[in-house]
């Protein structure tokens, strides 16, 4: 009887943010593609960016894995499945291991899914200007919950190979148990370029094959993979669950605005549609297209469409035909930057305004500093596009825009009453015109699978009266 080859995962996590946890997962994901295995990527947290990042590398679909937003078996459920079908899963972690919702447990942090999933952790630590010093940090890391299992440290930004001889001296004196897998030269870094919502889009920023080399280079060269691997086999039982699919008599056609200005969804939310009995049909606004024949509804996802708003403020046949849908009552749905994209104007950093769609009675303006960023729960306060009053949907804000200039004798219809992370703090959000519901939060489905079969539902509707 043949032996199932080995399967691996784990949990690269930090000391904080901005260690260089990304990079690393980008470069152990490269190394293994490079030896052969499939790499199924994975990142905790509400990220868009870095998943597309790991999706270029490994050329597998980057999800997210959520421990506020999500149910355990939601998580376990969609890992398991996933992996499956994979040698090796990296999960990158957000922010440092121990971070997450909030101060007081470990709701949303690294920590809380390396247990969920039984994985073990290997610890980022930048160790610039540090040496026995860096062996305490991790001292306090590992003993800070006995409950996680560590299979060793990555230093990154050391000054050279004495540096790594120090910090391997001072970890083998007082954490003789946690192994150093290497360490990485500070000038020996990938530099990927960055902006006001995080690191640029894989649409904008392709990691060229010369830097996925260095990548893997890095990897081959600064760490010991075959001390790492052993150390991470998954020996828990896999089981792929079953996935029930709609009914519907006729699948009716999403449109899904895709491109650079529109990037920001979670793929969990597309399976969703699709298993609710939708058909999804991605689109380029930015290349001139428009809504497919037979289109049933609309997704506008978020993104970075005031770095776009002129090219945008030039498709007036994106535009009409979205009038025209929502003079018909299509139902539309947007998102953070879909709902700046439906507004009268975007007014961009340097002052200029650029028409937008008009069919909400607001114009937004981009801010110099960060207006929203954290954790949100949404309660419909009335019947919309998602659901009935009282449905509860988790996501999350981060947008550096606000919105300006309400018209005159224009009323909004609020659809969400918006719970925040302080006690009792709640306010209206989720703004509705006759077909259309937008707002600034993404939110995850997977929080409420309601919402995305009552979508699929009304946009089958529509269908049938079309």
Same mark, same amino acid.
């Given at each position: 009887m043949n032996k199932s080859p080995p399967k691996y995962a784990l949990v690269i996590a930090g000391t904080q943010s901005g260690c260089g946890k990304t990079t690393l997962s980008?470069?152990?994901?490269?190394?293994?593609?490079?030896?052969?295995?499939?790499?199924?990527?994975?990142?905790?947290?509400?990220?868009?960016?870095?998943?597309?990042?790991?999706?270029?590398?490994?050329?597998?679909?980057?999800?997210?894995?959520? *421990?506020?937003?999500?149910?355990?078996?939601?998580? &376990? @459920?969609?890992? +398991?499945?996933?992996?499956?079908?994979?040698? %090796?899963a990296i999960v990158e972690g957000v922010m440092g291991l121990y971070d997450g919702y909030d101060g007081i447990g470990e709701s949303g942090s690294s920590a809380e899914m390396a247990k969920w999933l039984d994985l073990p952790v290997v610890l980022v630590v930048d160790a610039r200007s540090m040496a026995r010093s860096a062996a305490a940090l991790v001292y306090g890391f590992k003993n800070f919950d006995s409950n996680l299992r560590f299979a060793g440290v990555i230093f990154n930004r050391?000054?050279?190979?004495?540096?790594?001889?120090?910090?391997?001296?001072?970890?083998?004196?007082?954490?003789?148990?946690?192994?150093?897998?290497?360490?990485?030269?500070?000038?020996?870094?990938?530099?990927?370029?960055?902006?006001?919502? *995080?690191?640029?889009?894989?649409?904008?920023?392709? &990691? @060229?094959?010369? +830097?996925?080399?260095?990548?893997?280079?890095? %990897?081959?060269?600064?760490?010991?993979?075959?001390?790492?691997?052993p150390k991470v086999q998954f020996v828990s039982p896999l089981s792929a669950g079953e996935r029930a699919l709609s009914e519907l008599t006729s699948a009716p056609a999403i449109a899904v605005a895709r491109d650079a200005a529109f990037c920001f969804y979670y793929p969990d939310n597309f399976e969703m549609l699709r298993q609710a009995g939708a058909k999804i049909h991605y689109f380029s606004p930015l290349a001139g297209e428009t809504l497919p024949p037979k289109t049933a509804g609309l997704y506008l996802g978020g993104g970075y469409p005031e770095l776009f708003a002129g090219q945008l403020s030039s498709q007036s046949r994106f535009f009409q035909d979205i009038h025209s849908a929502v003079e018909r009552g299509m139902p539309v749905y947007a998102e953070c930057g879909g709902l700046m994209t439906l507004s009268r104007f975007i007014e961009t950093g340097d002052g200029k305004s650029y028409a937008m769609a008009g069919l909400l009675p607001f114009g937004t303006r981009m801010l110099d500093r960060r207006k929203a960023l954290g954790y949100t729960e949404v309660e419909l306060c009335r019947s919309c596009l998602l659901g009935e009053p009282g449905l509860r949907i988790r996501g999350h804000e981060f947008h550096y825009s606000e919105i300006v200039q309400f018209e005159e004798g224009e009323g909004l219809n609020y659809a969400y009453k918006l719970h925040k992370r302080k006690q009792g703090e709640t306010r209206l959000e989720g703004y509705m015109h006759r077909s259309v519901l937008a707002s600034y939060i993404h939110l995850h489905w997977g929080s409420a699978p309601q919402a995305s079969s009552n979508f699929v539902r009304l946009c089958e509707e529509y269908k049938g009266r079309s």
């Amino acid at each position: 009887m043949n032996k199932s080859p080995p399967k691996y995962a784990l949990v690269i996590a930090g000391t904080q943010s901005g260690c260089g946890k990304t990079t690393l997962s980008l470069a152990l994901m490269a190394a293994l593609k490079a030896r052969g295995l499939e790499v199924q990527p994975f990142k905790i947290g509400p990220d868009f960016i870095d998943s597309g990042l790991h999706t270029q590398i490994s050329g597998r679909e980057s999800r997210n894995l959520d *421990g506020w937003m999500l149910s355990r078996n939601y998580n &376990l @459920n969609l890992f +398991q499945n996933l992996l499956c079908t994979a040698d %090796v899963a990296i999960v990158e972690g957000v922010m440092g291991l121990y971070d997450g919702y909030d101060g007081i447990g470990e709701s949303g942090s690294s920590a809380e899914m390396a247990k969920w999933l039984d994985l073990p952790v290997v610890l980022v630590v930048d160790a610039r200007s540090m040496a026995r010093s860096a062996a305490a940090l991790v001292y306090g890391f590992k003993n800070f919950d006995s409950n996680l299992r560590f299979a060793g440290v990555i230093f990154n930004r050391i000054a050279g190979e004495g540096h790594l001889t120090y910090l391997k001296q001072a970890m083998s004196a007082n954490l003789p148990d946690i192994d150093v897998l290497g360490g990485i030269p500070r000038e020996e870094a990938i530099a990927i370029p960055e902006r006001h919502l *995080g690191l640029v889009t894989t649409d904008e920023f392709k &990691l @060229n094959r010369v +830097q996925q080399d260095k990548l893997v280079g890095l %990897v081959e060269r600064y760490l010991d993979i075959d001390l790492l691997l052993p150390k991470v086999q998954f020996v828990s039982p896999l089981s792929a669950g079953e996935r029930a699919l709609s009914e519907l008599t006729s699948a009716p056609a999403i449109a899904v605005a895709r491109d650079a200005a529109f990037c920001f969804y979670y793929p969990d939310n597309f399976e969703m549609l699709r298993q609710a009995g939708a058909k999804i049909h991605y689109f380029s606004p930015l290349a001139g297209e428009t809504l497919p024949p037979k289109t049933a509804g609309l997704y506008l996802g978020g993104g970075y469409p005031e770095l776009f708003a002129g090219q945008l403020s030039s498709q007036s046949r994106f535009f009409q035909d979205i009038h025209s849908a929502v003079e018909r009552g299509m139902p539309v749905y947007a998102e953070c930057g879909g709902l700046m994209t439906l507004s009268r104007f975007i007014e961009t950093g340097d002052g200029k305004s650029y028409a937008m769609a008009g069919l909400l009675p607001f114009g937004t303006r981009m801010l110099d500093r960060r207006k929203a960023l954290g954790y949100t729960e949404v309660e419909l306060c009335r019947s919309c596009l998602l659901g009935e009053p009282g449905l509860r949907i988790r996501g999350h804000e981060f947008h550096y825009s606000e919105i300006v200039q309400f018209e005159e004798g224009e009323g909004l219809n609020y659809a969400y009453k918006l719970h925040k992370r302080k006690q009792g703090e709640t306010r209206l959000e989720g703004y509705m015109h006759r077909s259309v519901l937008a707002s600034y939060i993404h939110l995850h489905w997977g929080s409420a699978p309601q919402a995305s079969s009552n979508f699929v539902r009304l946009c089958e509707e529509y269908k049938g009266r079309s």
